[in-house]
């Protein structure tokens, strides 16, 4: 569209009314995720050693901080999905997906996501390596664990992506 058509929304003539100002505002302002810049090269650099010394490579928690490794054994364990009931199945994973608790699903994935946030940052990245992260990515939304495409919205990694789709 063009840069006229964006803001005279709503009257075509050369006269901007209230709701033509209003509408121009809004085209204006880009959603947050768009942007974000929490995660860089340069922070991977620095916070990921630190994250893996508290976390381990599984996600699971070091036995160098017991607490950490507690805290994430206790909350995975609590959220176990129940067995054959269909109404329980159904709040529970309507439940994990509002909350905000983070288990060692997650914690794994962060690892795995910033291993491919780096191939897609850098520029010397071949096509054949963008498109195994691309991939990979499909096929963690496909198996449908809500932890991890947690950890894959949270990243923002499909924002990388499309600059390659």
């Known amino acids: 569209m063009s840069d006229r058509r964006l803001s005279h929304f709503f009257n075509p003539t050369e006269a901007r009314d209230y709701t033509d100002r209003v509408w121009d505002k809004n085209m204006k302002i880009t959603p947050f995720c768009f942007n974000s810049n929490n995660w860089s090269l340069y922070l991977n650099s620095v916070a990921n050693s630190l994250m893996r010394e508290a976390l381990g490579d599984a996600g699971v928690g ?16 609590k959220r176990k999905p129940p ?10 994973f309507n439940n994990q997906c509002t909350e ?17 946030m780096v191939v897609l940052c850098n520029p010397k990245s071949g096509p054949i390596s963008i498109k195994v992260v691309i991939n ?13 495409i947690r950890a894959i919205l949270d990243s ?4 990388k992506c499309l600059n390659f789709l």
């Open 156 to 159: 923002r990694i499909l924002l």
């Open 62 to 77: 070091s036995a160098n901080h017991q607490v950490i490794m507690d805290y994430v054994r206790y909350i995975t364990e």
């Open 83 to 92: 067995k054959f009931e269909i109404d329980a199945n159904i709040r529970y």
């Open 136 to 148: 990979y990515l499909l096929t963690v939304i496909n198996a449908r664990n809500v932890d991890k």
């Open 100 to 116: 905000n608790v983070k288990t060692v699903d997650y914690f794994n994935e962060i690892f795995v996501l910033t291993k491919n």
